[in-house]
C-alpha cells in the first residue's frame, strides 16, 4: 500500500473510538508475530485523563535535546495520521508509515484467516502496531507512549513499559471506565506492573487513594509530582526536585496547567537518568521548547484548544481569564458521549459570539442540539449553528472584530478539521 490507501484502509476499519473493542489479546498476538518490536527499546507509558499528551511533549524534546534517539506516540491527529508517530521530534515520513502499515496489515489479515485473532484488529490497535515497528526499524533508544483510553485494555500497554506515569485523573469516557473515579483510576493505573518505575502527578483525593493502593498492592514507591516545588520569579520559572533544580523564563507548552504536566515530565527525565545522559540544561531547553499542536495553539488571530471534558474546559477558562483575547469569538463542537452541559458551564459565558458545528465525525452532535447548551446563558450572547465547520470559520471571521480572538474548541476533530481548512 501507498500512503493514501494505508490511510483509507486504517479509516475503513471504523472510528477509532466507536469501533475499539478494548481487550490485550489481540495485540499481543499481533506483536508477537511482527517481532515483538516493543522488546527493543526502554519505553515509559503515559496514562491520565487530561496532560498525557503534554507530558509526552514535553519529555520528548527533552530526549531530543539529550540527543536519545526517541519516539513519541500519541493520539488522536489534527491533519495527518503520521502526526501520530514521531522520532526524535519529526512526524514519521508518508512513506515510512505506509511501509510499517502494510505490514501490519499483512500479518493481521494472515492471522484472522488462520483463526488466531478473534477479530480484525481495530483502527487503534493497528496504528500502536504501526508505531512501535516504526520505532524498531528506526533504531530508537525510548519510546514514549500516549495511552489511547484508560489503561488496563488499552493497546499500549500491551508493550509493557518499564516506566510509568499517571497524570490528573478526571471524568471521562466514562461509559467504558466506570462511573466513579475511583473506577477510573483503578482502570488507569492498572499501567502499573511488578517492577515498574512509577511518576504520579496531583491527584484528587478519590483517585489518588486508588493509586496509592496499587503501588502498595506492588511494593513500589511511586516519585510523586506534589512533592516538586515552584517558584514564581522575575526570571521566569524555578522547579526543585529532590535531586535538582531547573528553571525557565517560560513553558512551550501555554497556561497554567502545564506546570503540573511540566512536573511529570522532570520526574520522568530525571528517572531516565539512570539510562542516559539527560543533563539540567537538557531539562530546561526541553521544558522551554516542547511543542504540542491543538492545545492552546496560536495561529494569529485563531486559538485552538481541543478542551473537551470538563477539566480541559476548567483548564482553559482559567487561560481565558489570565491572557489577553480581546473580544471573543467561540467556535464549538463536541462529541454526543461527553459531558458537554458541563463544559460548555465553563466556556460559552465567556464568548461574545458562540459558533456551534459539528465536525465530521459518527459521534459529533448536530450543532443544533448543541444549541440547547447556549440556552440562558447569556442575554448578550450571538448564538450561530451550522454544520459545516468551514461555514463556522466564515461566521467567526465576520462577526469578529479586528482586536478580538477565534477560539476553536470542544473537540481535537473539531481543531484538526479547522486546521485542514486554514492551512488550506
Known amino acids: 500500500m501507498n500512503f493514501h490507501e494505508s490511510e483509507s484502509y486504517l479509516l475503513s476499519l471504523g472510528n477509532e473510538v466507536a469501533a475499539m473493542k478494548l481487550g490485550l489479546e489481540n495485540i499481543r498476538t499481533l506483536l508477537s508475530e511482527l517481532g515483538a518490536p516493543q522488546n527493543e527499546y526502554l519505553k515509559v507509558q503515559v496514562a491520565g485523563t487530561n496532560g498525557k499528551g503534554s507530558v509526552c511533549a514535553f519529555l520528548g524534546a527533552i530526549c531530543t535535546k539529550a540527543s536519545i534517539n526517541n519516539g513519541v506516540f500519541t493520539s488522536p491527529h489534527l491533519v495527518s495520521v503520521t502526526e501520530r508517530i514521531r522520532i526524535n521530534g519529526v512526524d514519521i515520513t508518508e512513506h515510512e508509515f505506509a511501509a510499517c502499515a502494510s505490514e501490519v496489515r499483512d500479518v493481521s489479515d494472515r492471522l484472522l484467516e488462520q483463526g488466531l485473532i478473534e477479530h480484525r484488529p481495530t483502527f487503534?490497535?493497528?496504528?500502536?502496531?504501526?508505531?512501535?515497528?516504526?520505532?524498531?526499524?528506526?533504531?530508537?533508544?525510548?519510546?514514549?507512549?500516549?495511552?489511547?483510553?484508560?489503561?488496563?485494555?488499552?493497546?499500549t500497554t500491551a508493550a509493557k513499559a518499564e516506566i510509568a506515569a499517571i497524570t490528573q485523573i478526571?471524568?471521562?469516557?466514562?461509559?467504558?471506565?466506570?462511573?466513579?473515579?475511583?473506577?477510573?483510576?483503578s482502570e488507569k493505573a492498572a499501567i502499573i506492573h511488578d517492577g515498574s518505575s512509577v511518576v504520579v502527578g496531583g491527584q484528587n483525593h478519590e483517585a489518588g487513594s486508588l493509586v496509592r493502593k496499587r503501588l502498595a498492592q506492588l511494593g513500589i514507591e511511586a516519585r510523586l509530582g506534589d512533592d516538586v516545588a515552584v517558584e514564581f520569579n522575575g526570571a521566569g520559572i524555578r522547579f526543585e526536585t529532590a535531586r535538582d533544580q531547573y528553571r525557565v523564563d517560560r513553558l512551550g507548552?501555554?497556561?497554567?496547567?502545564?506546570?503540573?504536566?511540566?512536573?511529570?515530565?522532570?520526574?520522568?527525565?530525571?528517572?531516565?537518568?539512570r539510562h542516559f545522559p539527560i543533563s539540567r540544561i537538557n531539562i530546561n531547553d526541553g521544558l522551554r521548547d516542547a511543542r504540542h499542536?491543538?492545545?492552546l495553539e496560536r495561529q494569529g488571530r485563531f486559538l485552538f484548544d481541543g478542551a473537551h471534558n470538563p477539566a480541559g474546559a476548567a483548564a482553559l477558562r482559567t487561560y481565558l481569564n489570565e491572557a489577553a483575547v480581546g473580544p471573543l469569538s467561540m467556535i464549538f463542537a463536541a462529541m454526543r458521549e461527553k459531558d458537554i452541559a458541563t463544559v460548555a458551564k465553563y466556556l460559552f459565558p465567556k464568548a461574545t459570539n458562540l459558533i456551534l458545528t459539528s465536525p465530521d465525525n459518527p459521534r459529533a452532535m448536530p450543532a443544533d442540539e448543541l444549541a440547547e447548551f447556549a440556552a440562558g446563558v447569556s442575554d448578550e450572547l450571538r448564538v450561530y449553528a451550522t454544520n459545516s465547520v468551514r461555514d463556522a470559520i466564515e461566521i467567526a471571521q465576520k462577526v469578529t472584530p479586528g482586536d478580538g480572538t477565534i477560539l476553536i474548541t470542544g473537540s481535537l476533530y473539531l481543531v484538526g478539521e479547522a486546521k485542514k481548512i486554514l492551512n488550506n
Open 170 to 185: 478526571d471524568f471521562d469516557h466514562q461509559e467504558y471506565l466506570g462511573q466513579t473515579l475511583t473506577e477510573i483510576a
Open 253 to 273: 507548552l501555554a497556561g497554567g496547567h502545564q506546570i503540573e504536566n511540566a512536573k511529570v515530565a522532570i520526574l520522568l527525565a530525571e528517572t531516565l537518568q
Open 124 to 155: 487503534f490497535e493497528q496504528i500502536t502496531a504501526i508505531a512501535l515497528l516504526a520505532f524498531a526499524r528506526s533504531g530508537v533508544e525510548l519510546a514514549i507512549l500516549e495511552t489511547g483510553l484508560g489503561g488496563r485494555l488499552d493497546a
Open 293 to 295: 499542536p491543538g492545545r
